[in-house]
């Protein structure tokens, strides 16, 4: 049974940056790709971020592009989401997922494996 489990989050003013851990557990866990999703209060699951585990490929929901990062680290089976210039449409819980069953790696229901989330609020 693989576990993901998510830490970092916190409160931060608009403007700030935070940074995201997912660690993951359990039988050995050799993803093709991993991703970050966030869920706003009464909005649908997101994609925010995307990385394959082997290297080669990032991608980016617009709306984070070019201020959020997202890495990995394998060693430490552990992935990452750096998040810098937040504002306050950032705020949501952050979902870590892994191993999606497809290609279309944007896509919530394609995802075997999901961490517990963690909130990120942005203040104005």
């Known amino acids: 049974q693989v576990q993901l489990v998510e830490s970092g989050g916190g409160l931060v003013q608009a403007g700030g940056s935070l940074s995201l851990s997912c660690a993951a557990s359990g039988q050995t866990f050799s993803p093709t790709v991993m991703a970050w999703f966030r869920q706003a209060p009464g909005k649908d699951r997101e994609f925010v971020a995307a990385?394959?585990?082997?290297?080669?490929?990032?991608n980016y929901a617009d709306s984070v592009k070019g201020r959020f990062t997202i890495s990995r680290d394998k060693a430490k089976n552990t992935m990452y989401l750096q998040m810098n210039s937040l504002n306050v449409e950032d705020t949501a819980v952050y979902y870590c997922a892994g191993e999606p069953r497809g290609t279309d790696f944007r896509v919530v229901g394609l995802y075997d494996y999901w961490g517990q989330g963690t909130q990120v609020t942005v203040s104005s």
């Open positions: 990385i394959s585990w082997n290297g080669g490929m990032t």
